[in-house]
Structures are given as structure tokens and as C-alpha cells.
């Protein structure tokens, strides 16, 4: 195998949710390892934020579009512009994520809305990045994608850790809808795996453990201590999984969830 396999010089990456903490953070690391970034978020002002920076380092590595990615029409647009503009889209990544105002309401009270708009953009938005941009890749042989779960997709939240827990002085939860969006994409991908499979499109899930990102101190530590290496993870710990499964050294890897939390789930 060549030296170069994390190379992404010679591959367009379409990153769906390419503005949000994580986000921003993989648009990075995928531009660092030569890809051309095709960033796409809800927000036009965000997803043009993190292009900006991002050509500012790597000279005309990324570009910007403001969509939903539930809404098939506009994603049909999109991919229409980008086989005008870059031809071939070598790697999705799925990275989109919602949450509304009632995000954190208790299970027997939370909302219909708030579900929908959840379910949304975690599984069908998905479904549709894996149905539009999967399709092609199908159709020439080759590609990869990526999708993003949690591991309250894999395992229950522990409500202990939530017992005085706050983000920017809001209590806070990991809700029902969470856990089911993203278990449905882990079954989407293993499902997608085997389907496409025989067409050359790798499809495998990245699981990111929780991130520090500006929660209060009896949140870190009560997680933390769930955690075997002892602390949440930082913002460009799941990089590192990313660019593997976007890059040749991951040619023969298929249907597999690499979950990256510092040991959370051995417990």
C-alpha cells in the first residue's frame, strides 16, 4: 500500500452539517489532507464563515452552499451544480444534526414537532445525501460515505450524568429522539453497505463520544468518570476517523462503525 493513502489531494468531499462544532472541525481536517471541501449547512452565513477561513489556509480548498437537506428539490439542485462545477463528488459526509426549543423537554412531554424536525435532518436528510450524491457512485464504480451517529445511537444515555448538568446555563439531556435518529442511520448504513457493496460505494459510520464544547463543570466531570481515558473529547479528535474512511487506506473497509469516545461504550 502507498505511503500516500491519506492523501485526499485528488478527491471532492461533500460535507453535510460542514458548519456546526463538529463540522467546521472535519472541514478542516479534510482540507489539511488536500481534499476539495464542498460545505453545506442550514446556515448560508456559517457555511461561508468556515470556507473563508479554510481558503485562507488552503488555497481554494473548500466551498459554500446555504440548504435543507430534507428538502429533496434543493438537494437535487445541488447536486446538479456540483457535477457542473467539480464533476465527481468522491465522498459524502453526513454530518447534519437539528435540535428545536423543546430539544430538552422530558420524554412524556416532548413534542410532535420537535420530533419531526429531528427525525428530519438526522435520518431522512441523511437519507437523502446517501440516495442523491450514493446513486452516482453506484453508477461509476467507486466512493465513500460517511455517516455520523453518537453513541446514544449505540448505547442508552446514562441520566445520572445529566443530574445538575448545564450548556451555557441551560439544563441539559440527551432526549428519545436523539438515540432513534441515529440508530436508524447505523441501520441505514450497514443496510447501504451490503446494497451498494457489489457497486464499489463504501459506506461505513463514524460515532464521536462527547465533545467538550462549553459545558459546565458537573457535566465534564460526571462524564468523564464514565469515561476509561478520563475526560471528554476535544473538537478535532474525530478527524482522524474521517479522513481514514475518506481515503484509500480504507479501500477495503465497509459496514463497520468506528466509534471514536475514549472508551465510553466498553462499559
Known amino acids: 500500500m502507498s505511503s500516500n493513502v491519506f492523501n485526499l489531494s485528488k478527491k471532492n468531499v461533500l460535507l453535510f452539517g460542514g458548519a456546526g462544532i463538529l463540522g467546521a472541525r472535519m472541514a478542516y481536517g479534510l482540507a ?10 442550514i446556515s448560508d452565513k456559517g457555511a461561508e464563515e468556515v470556507a473563508l477561513e479554510l481558503n485562507s489556509t488552503f488555497d481554494d480548498s473548500a466551498i459554500a452552499y446555504g440548504l435543507d437537506i430534507t428538502n429533496e428539490s434543493e438537494m437535487l439542485q445541488l447536486r446538479k451544480e456540483l ?15 437539528a435540535k428545536g426549543p423543546d430539544f430538552f423537554k422530558p420524554f412524556e412531554d416532548f413534542p410532535m414537532k420537535e420530533w419531526e424536525l429531528v427525525m428530519g435532518v438526522n435520518t431522512t436528510g441523511v437519507m437523502l445525501g446517501c440516495k442523491l450524491f450514493g446513486a452516482r457512485m453506484a453508477e461509476r464504480g467507486s466512493g465513500s460515505i460517511i455517516n455520523t451517529l453518537s453513541i446514544y445511537g449505540v448505547v442508552a444515555p446514562d441520566q445520572r450524568i445529566y443530574i445538575g448538568s448545564e450548556y451555557e446555563g441551560h439544563p441539559i439531556s440527551t432526549p428519545a429522539v436523539y438515540s432513534a435518529s441515529k440508530a436508524a442511520v447505523w441501520g441505514l448504513t450497514k443496510y447501504l453497505a451490503a446494497y451498494w457493496g457489489n457497486k464499489g460505494v463504501r459506506v ?22 464514565r469515561v476509561p481515558l478520563g475526560r471528554m473529547a476535544e473538537k478535532d479528535e474525530v478527524n482522524g476517523a474521517i479522513v481514514f474512511l475518506a481515503s484509500d487506506a480504507s479501500s477495503y473497509v465497509t459496514g463497520q462503525n468506528i466509534i471514536v469516545d475514549g472508551g465510553f461504550t466498553v462499559w
Open 204 to 225: 461505513n459510520a463514524v460515532t464521536p463520544g462527547g465533545v467538550f464544547s462549553g459545558q459546565n463543570k458537573t457535566f465534564v466531570d460526571h462524564y468523564s468518570e
Open 32 to 41: 489539511s489532507h488536500g481534499a476539495k471541501v464542498v460545505i453545506v449547512d
Open 83 to 97: 457535477e457542473c462545477r467539480l464533476g465527481v463528488i468522491d465522498v459524502v459526509v453526513n454530518n447534519a444534526a
